[in-house]
């Protein structure tokens, strides 16, 4: 048996193309900084410095928001409340959540500003002679990835329908991700949608979702292109942050093929 591990998961790094509120920035702090705070800090004596040795490397992530790399919503992000109960945070998921059978719904052929319909989603299925079953993980495969990096990123894209959202938690989905900036249809496509349809029920359709069912999904994933449409795990354990209303994860499939 070989297994097989696939990374889905962005680089944190800086991003020209990412809103500017939302730029992560990393400050490496070279090897001998931290020769002289030992020396400073701890009163290590020079001559008691380990001989061929510089110090320690260290690094601080500054203005990195939660929701600025690959990282999976909690029921907080969408509302306080959620299926009339207080919303969990992410470090309130149950992580068995977290881990289950993998399952990739190709949506390549969907057009920016389209959003996606549960229709799209079973041609999907039934393409590959799939059966969701529940604690199933469904990735959204749109290969708008490709975009990382650039403004388009943020700017263009499908999205989950309010309907297709719906109809995968019915189905027994408790997490599902996209490969696209967010879940929904371009923010400010939304925006000026909302306004054009005078419609107070456009803006973040997708997401409210989880404001009546209690649901996660993944945003920013990579690589869902190295896939097959099933038959692998997937693993997305976020980080504990103590009241979050997300957390990066480094998102995994893994494949268990025979020699």
Not at 82 to 111: N, R, S
Request: aromatic share 8%; proline share 5%.
């Amino acid at each position: 048996m070989k297994t097989t591990i696939v990374d889905l998961t962005k680089p944190i790094q800086y991003n020209a193309g990412d809103p500017w509120f939302m730029r992560v920035k990393i400050k490496h702090k070279a090897h001998r900084k931290s020769h002289w705070l030992i020396r400073l800090a701890l009163r290590l004596p020079s001559r008691l410095f380990p001989k061929n040795w510089t110090g320690w490397a260290d690094d601080t992530i500054k203005n990195m928001g939660l929701h600025a790399t690959t990282h999976i919503d909690a029921p907080w992000h969408y509302g306080p409340v959620v299926e009339g109960k207080p919303a969990k945070t992410i470090d309130q998921i149950p992580l068995e959540w977290c881990y289950g059978d993998g399952i990739v719904i190709d949506c390549t052929h969907k057009e920016d500003f389209v959003a996606i319909t549960i229709d799209d989603i079973k041609k999907g299925l039934d393409k590959n002679g799939i059966m969701i079953q529940e604690g199933n993980i469904v990735l959204i495969r749109t290969d708008r990835d490709k975009m990382m990096g650039t403004s388009d990123f943020v700017e263009k894209g499908t999205g989950m329908s309010k309907e297709a959202t719906e109809w995968l938690i019915d189905q027994g989905v408790k997490v599902m991700g996209i490969d696209q900036w967010g879940w929904d249809l371009p923010l400010r496509y939304m925006a000026k949608k909302a306004k054009e349809l005078n419609d107070p029920e456009f803006f973040w359709e997708g997401h409210r979702v989880g404001i009546e069912k209690e649901y996660l999904h993944i945003e920013q994933l990579t690589n869902l292109s190295a896939l097959p449409p099933s038959g692998f795990k997937i693993c997305v354990f976020p980080l504990k942050i103590v009241g979050g209303s997300a957390a990066p994860a480094r998102v995994v499939a893994i494949m268990n093929e025979q020699k």
